[in-house]
């Protein structure tokens, strides 16, 4: 027979509808709180390099503001669902907007991580509310373990949503700004639903004309997401417009003004029409001026096809190999008339193959040799490219080289970032080349550097291809010449394992923008 001073069984309680909606909302604010973190951490990766720094401290400083929230819900007494509610509508507001917002202060704002991270504070602080009201709520229709367990299993699968959607669907088919106002509209959602359950006299006017308005700011900010993502490019980039569009891989933006036409990857110049060729004739015609006979050559990066139109211009080519990740920018430039003109229809040369493949690992897993290879990288501003100059990528490179072949390297600026340009010329020895660096003036971005390479040593003496515009046989002894305020300094080489030129290259580039 039963004791009835016992205490009844865990799971007697009976819980109401709006409860069961609760643990659901659980897993949609897990996936929105998540992705919140993910798209603030991304877009100071994207806007100020350094991806791990920037992830680290956002994250950790994410993850402080949540906890002093879960701590505030302490004093919450009352009212708890109308303050949840609350939570979510002003969730929505600023994590919805946060992308539009960090992209379009970014141009116009000197102290922009004072917008960054207030921005990180105040969305961390109300995501961490969450879970200690649902808790407090729930009380009274569940047992207190069962509470526990329930909300953090919906909570952390929630977590395992996030992470695998923004990765894989949202940011490659979405974009980040939209993505922004798409969560944003799933916190509001959570929130009218919510009122919506109660009781006729209890559905909170205030709260539900808030959300409704909210909700509509975000279905205007979704719709109108590129036109705020070229607000935010026409602050930064005073040049009109004439095609952008969002990759998986970057942001392709092109301008033109006049006859001047420029390539901006996610906001950073990669070339001005006016004096590309300076740049191309450097990086490409001091390397297959010093190959006997350069058949077969392959290009690494340079989607633009302007490296090979140099390439193409030399009459013992018969091959050239162009490994480009991004298959959008290959595309652009192969079939837009403006463009085929500035790169001589290269990519749709008959001796040209375009592969779209990540760098890093054709490499490792191709076969074949190559009498010249030409690197075109985009700087080493964050970790993905940053592993593109390591000694693994370069010896991966050493086994891809043909008897006699030459390697040539973009490497930055030797004036405005010498230990970023010395560290690449460090890490190429390192991998077992003999290096010789140079650099040329070009006016869009001043003083370049390159670095020729080949383990058997790079002759001093070349035969250059004739009709170059900038490099020929009488300047190019001057490329060679380093003044003392770019001469050599001490680096280490760049290793996968801790990528210090990254970090280098951002230090000094900063120092230098201010």
């Given at each position: ?44 990766s994207y806007l100020l390099g350094d991806s791990v720094t920037q992830f680290s401290t956002i994250i950790g400083v994410y993850l402080f503001a949540m906890g002093i929230g879960s701590w505030f819900s302490r ?440």
């Amino acid at each position: 027979m039963a004791d009835p001073a016992a205490p009844p069984p865990p799971f007697e309680k009976t819980a109401r509808p709006l409860a069961y909606a609760l643990i659901a909302s659980v897993f949609v604010v897990a996936i929105c709180g998540l992705v919140y973190q993910l798209l603030a951490s991304t877009i100071a990766s994207y806007l100020l390099g350094d991806s791990v720094t920037q992830f680290s401290t956002i994250i950790g400083v994410y993850l402080f503001a949540m906890g002093i929230g879960s701590w505030f819900s302490r004093y919450v007494k009352k009212d708890e669902l109308r303050l949840f509610i609350r939570a979510e509508i002003l969730i929505a507001l600023a994590g919805g907007w946060a992308a539009a917002i960090l992209f379009m202060m970014f141009p116009v704002v000197d102290e922009f991580r004072v917008v960054l991270y207030g921005l990180v504070l105040v969305i961390g602080f109300l995501v961490g509310l969450e879970i200690p009201l649902l808790m407090q709520i729930l009380r009274d229709d569940f047992d207190f373990r069962e509470t526990i367990s329930t909300v953090l299993t919906f909570d952390y699968v929630g977590a395992l949503a996030a992470s695998l959607l923004f990765p894989l669907v949202l940011m490659p088919f979405i974009g980040m700004i939209r993505t922004g106002f798409l969560f944003g509209l799933l916190n509001v959602g959570v929130a009218i639903a919510l009122i919506m359950i109660q009781p006729r006299g209890r559905r909170l006017p205030v709260e539900m004309l808030a959300g409704v308005l909210v909700a509509i700011s975000l279905v205007i900010g979704f719709v109108g997401a590129e036109r705020f993502q070229r607000l935010a490019e026409t602050a930064s980039i005073d040049e009109p417009i004439i095609h952008a569009t969002s990759t998986p891989y970057q942001r392709i933006v092109l301008t033109r003004r006049g006859s001047n036409v420029s390539l901006f990857l996610n906001g950073n110049l990669q070339f001005s029409s006016l004096d590309e060729y300076r740049y191309h004739e450097a990086l490409v015609l001091p390397n297959l001026g010093r190959v006997e006979s350069p058949r077969n050559v392959l290009i690494l990066g340079g989607g633009d096809g302007l490296a090979a139109r140099e390439v193409l211009r030399h009459p013992d080519v018969e091959t050239v190999t162009l490994v480009d990740l991004d298959p959008a920018m290959t595309e652009l430039f192969r079939e837009t008339p403006l463009l085929v003109q500035l790169n001589q229809g290269s990519l749709s040369d008959p001796r040209m193959t375009v592969i779209n493949a990540d760098g890093f690992r054709w490499v490792r897993e191709a076969e074949g040799l190559y009498d010249a290879i030409v690197i075109d990288f985009p700087d080493p501003t964050d970790f993905s490219l940053g592993k593109l100059y390591t000694t693994t990528f370069y010896r991966s490179l050493l086994q891809r080289l043909a008897p006699g072949g030459m390697v040539s390297v973009q490497s930055g600026s030797p004036y405005v970032a010498p230990n970023a340009f010395w560290t690449i010329a460090a890490t190429l020895e390192a991998a077992g080349f003999e290096t010789r660096p140079y650099h040329a003036y070009v006016p869009s971005f001043g003083e370049w550097g390159f670095i020729l390479a080949s383990p058997m040593g790079v002759p001093e003496q070349s035969d250059l291809l004739p009709g170059g515009r900038f490099v020929t046989t009488a300047s190019e002894p001057t490329l060679f010449e380093f003044p003392p305020d770019m001469a050599r300094v001490e680096a280490e080489p760049n290793r996968l394992d801790n990528q210090r030129l990254v970090r280098t290259f951002t230090n000094e580039w900063r120092r230098y923008d201010g």
